[in-house]
Every structure is written in structure tokens, then in C-alpha cells.
């Protein structure tokens, strides 16, 4: 495994510390350039949403919105409150948009 294959290994590892974030969605997060947790804090979940439809040339699910807000709710929060840290508890609130 090359430097780069095993970063990636590395990367993909820590972003799924984030609530709601498996395999499948932190090869999302990479693809759209996000290389650590911190990366996401201050972000805005819809601009990370349009730029990951764009890349794959698909229209995601909403509920990846909803999981792209708790990430970034994760990243950016200093204390955390419980029910946040669930992706549909982001399904009618928005975060940083």
C-alpha cells in the first residue's frame, strides 16, 4: 500500500468518529475534499451537498443534507448536545447556511 492509499485509509478511519458518517459517506466527504474532521467546522452543509451532487453527477438523497449539517454541527460545536449528534434530528433545522 503506497503513502497515499494508506492517508486516504487513514483519512476515511477518523471522519467516521462523526455521528451518522459509515464508509459510504466518508468516501463522499473525501471526494469533495474534506482530508479531517476539522475541515468541516464552519462549513456550509449545502454548499458541501450541491458540491457532492455536482461531482458525481447524481442528485443525492436529502437525508445526506441532513448528515452533511450533523458533521458539521460535530466539527464545529465544542460541547455537543445529544440529539444533535443524530442526522435526522437536522431534517427541518439548518446549520451554518
Known sequence: MDKNTADKQTVLKQLQIIPGIGKACAIDLWNIGIRSI???????????????NTITGVKHDICMLYTFRCAVYFAS?????????????????????
Open 38 to 52: 476539522p475541515d468541516l467546522k464552519g462549513q456550509n452543509p449545502a454548499i458541501l451537498y450541491d458540491r457532492l
Open 77 to 97: 460545536a465544542q460541547h455537543h448536545e445529544k440529539e444533535k449528534l443524530n442526522w435526522w434530528y437536522w431534517k427541518d433545522k439548518t446549520y451554518n447556511e
